[in-house]
């Protein structure tokens, strides 16, 4: 592929149509489930503040504004089963945010079949809460978030959360094989053992073909290369006597198990509404991580593992795998040095190049998408 | 009364005509006299920038800039007896705002006599420091302020002082016997073994008559209340076994001895420009609330509570009740159960209903004074 | 001279044509030496973010942004020698801005020859590091700045440096023999056992005639001043029993070795891009203070202290006395009188009067440059 020195305006994403608050008319991640308790919540969503509350295992969203005289709800309480009263004058809404009573009126209100506050689709699955935000009828969750989270037949899942202070965009970017991993992780725990995995790729985009996904495929490439005048990259490699593993193993992807069984088109998926599928090529992990925007400057990162349920002691030597090593080597250590630089990033003018050429496609498959009716 | 849907524009207060930074050309208490010593001292009055300092208990109050170079005059001192004079090079300003000497150019300078900068009108009184807000020549103190704090021979006064972040209107609407009490409230400890006050009461508006007030009537109303479905407000009343006392008392108000002998012509009075009065039927003890805007976003709230003058002994009980009860019981807890709120309100659309008739009738009343003469 | 009083808009300094983010096309100090070790260093200067990094004794700067994506390169490493690379993917620059590699495309990228970042000449010298900030060509270092930090083999030099919150045009106004300092400084252990130094005094502009600086001549003047009905300016003498010494002195300056022999014109010397030069007659010490505008609303203090170099044991006292005396004296405690009074300067109307005849030649003299070609 030739170069692709292109320079884009002064922003970015709006070049390419993608809408800085977010994709609308999805299903989000937006708390940890146990985060949830007796008392009433606020969350920020895609710029919104939602109120959120539950009777059980039942979970419902309200805009968090009453809108009698404008108090936050989520300072009120669930006073009566299954609904949230406001803190002020006791005006309690339903989750369909029906008002049902206003309570310093009495019982012979007209308040109630009157007042209403906007509400939100939301349930708690697989240890977290989720809201469907946007303006049409919610498909069914099922349907719309992958089958790792959907499927709790065949898989189970560990989620690590963490906000970062950047735009949602910035934070896509980083997932579309443009070459950050082996520069930005070849020191992090999981890869220090074994060669940095490859760069200088040949790339070409995916798509996935059903409307909601695209990945990245790479050919060719080297572990380390010598820049003459300059030096080596990577400079010590001593270290590195093992063979790759976990991340860094390549091969054909087509002969895999994640492939044929499993239908998983590339190695890394990028797929709407902001998130990177991780696959291993035997199918018994994969990485979720999605990212949630809070508003314009803030994303909330879900990093959702999946792990293929293959009985009892198998489950849990995973569980205890990712307490003792997966989750602070790659969902704190890994992730943060991401963090670092995605923080720092300040949208302008590019230099694109060939490495970003999955990149490129992944902004132009959010720009498309978010001009036209959902599929 | 029938029901008041109502839907008003994006800020409330705009359409009603009432002043975000405040009335002007009334008195305000700013802060309290203790806190102003040998050495000036900034504060934020109607969103404007006072330097305060005295001599003795002469209390002087201008603009926190010196029109020299722009220097805080509040970073000064007062050099000479009743002046101030700028940190930078000693232009010194007496209490009327004139310039009396440019020190730094010495006794022959021709500054003094040219140079001014704006005062205000400032005393100490009550244990307070007071300022007058305005461009028209300033009422005597005594006659702009309620008799319970001019009347020194009859009333006497502790003040409790807390900053809310919140526009002062927001908090103005809390005194309007708008029903939030015995919601907010009801498990206070100035109400917790005593039944709720009533609510969904019939409300009507009482204008004082006089330019400056109004008083919000309740009659009728419920002190518990089933809803069907739902359930019982107050949920728990096992503990409120005592009669109404203090606040909770109802009666005749027009047999009570405030209303015959001092004139008090509601429970509690909303007046000009931004307090409640809220008495007892035996005259012996009020309580103003009274708001003071710091700026568009803050407001500084005193409760000036004003004892009546019963001889030495009724004095030392009523002090001894204020340190050890009512201090913290309502100028702490009871004052901060609306703190949280109000500070939460967003001020935007809003559902107004039949308990708000006396919110309607305040904002009117402040929205009509706003565009007139002071009576 | 007569008295001055002007009212200048609401913005004095744009009235005077004087830059709000500083004076460009000059070298500028913006960072102690020791502070960039071998981790790159993010600066701020005239509103600009700039990396500094060095190998060994050199010293580059460039704009702390890649082109590539927009990470920040303060965060990135000097991995190969006399170059910064990017910690996203590895872009690599020279200190003349030249990408020379993209690590994660390998060596046969071309994006090296292609990208480049905006560069600024860099040095350091005097234990700081410089950077010229301009569109121009840069000036050879020892022709811009003064003699005293540029001649190494006359005069050593020792820095203390301080954040000052507050824009460069107030500071640098705080400079123009304007009289604050005997006002400001009267208690300031430098002066305290001397007479205050004289005020009162009749100011006249001496312009140095190289484009480049001027200096106020007072005469005249007074130590002490009664004021009728007020009292007396200093308030307490008994102290001051000492003779003037040390900044108090004054004298013929044309007389003077300073002026003889170094040519110095004026006792105090205000000169570009925002300094001023403090002379003794002995012309065996100066104090360059040096503002350097971070961006509209700070500006970072360069306190230079300069030393004539006269012998291995007079430089040795030279060392000590600052160390033990005027390093805290001045450079600490007499500063910091100045920066609590100018970081509280709200710019605005202005009463100007015949002591600001100094404040306004050097704000005609920078507005004057402003507008023209440098010289």
Redesign the interface.
């Given at each position: 592929m030739n170069?692709m020195?292109q320079a884009t305006r002064a922003d970015p994403f709006a070049a390419f149509g993608m809408p800085e608050l977010g994709l609308r008319e999805f299903w989000y991640p937006v708390l940890p489930a146990w985060r949830l308790r007796r008392r009433p919540r606020q969350v920020r969503v895609l710029g919104e503040e939602l109120v959120l509350f539950r009777d059980g295992a039942r979970v419902f969203a309200l805009d968090d504004?009453c809108?009698?005289?404008?108090?936050?709800l989520s300072?009120g309480a669930c006073?009566?089963?299954a609904?949230i009263s406001c803190?002020?004058?006791?005006w309690?809404f339903d989750g369909t945010g029906a008002c049902?009573?206003?309570?310093?009126?009495?019982?012979?209100?007209?308040?109630p079949g009157?007042?209403k506050v906007k509400s939100y689709p939301a349930l708690q699955r697989n240890g977290l809460i989720w809201v469907y935000i946007g303006e049409r009828a919610a498909p069914a969750f099922e349907d719309d978030v992958p089958d790792l989270v959907a499927d709790r037949q065949r898989f189970f899942t560990i989620t690590a959360i963490t906000d970062y202070a950047c735009n949602w965009r910035v934070l896509a970017?980083n997932w579309t094989n443009?070459?950050?991993g082996?520069?930005?992780h070849a020191n992090s725990p999981e890869l220090l053992l074994q060669p940095v995995p490859p760069?200088?790729m040949e790339l070409s985009v995916i798509d996935h073909g059903d409307g909601r996904g695209m990945g990245v495929r790479g050919t060719g490439g080297?572990n380390y290369?010598?820049?003459?005048?300059?030096?080596r990259?990577p400079?010590h490699s001593w270290h590195r006597f093992l063979k790759p593993h976990g991340r860094g193993v390549r091969g054909r992807w087509h002969e895999t198990r994640a492939f044929k069984e499993f239908g998983v088109q590339t190695p890394t998926s990028s797929r709407l509404p902001g998130m990177v599928i991780v696959a291993r090529p035997s199918a018994e992990y994969f990485l979720i991580q999605w990212a949630m925007p809070i508003d314009a400057h803030n994303t909330r990162l879900f990093n959702i593992n999946c792990f293929r349920r293959m009985g009892r002691w198998r489950e849990w030597r995973d569980r205890a795998h990712y307490a003792l090593f997966r989750g602070w080597a790659h969902d704190r250590i890994f992730s943060d040095q991401d963090k670092?630089?995605v923080e720092?990033?300040?949208?302008?003018?590019?230099?694109?190049?060939?490495?970003?050429v999955g990149l490129i496609g992944w902004r132009r498959f959010v720009g498309r998408h978010a001009g036209m009716e959902k599929q």
């Open positions: 170069d020195v504004r809108p009698h005289r404008g108090a936050r300072l006073r009566f089963k609904t803190p002020y004058h006791g309690t049902v009573a206003a309570i310093m009126e009495g019982p012979d209100s007209n308040i009157r007042a970017d443009e070459h950050h082996p520069y930005v760069f200088n080297q290369a010598e820049f003459p005048g300059l030096g990259f400079s670092i630089i720092s990033v300040t949208p302008g003018p590019e230099h694109l190049s060939r490495t970003d």
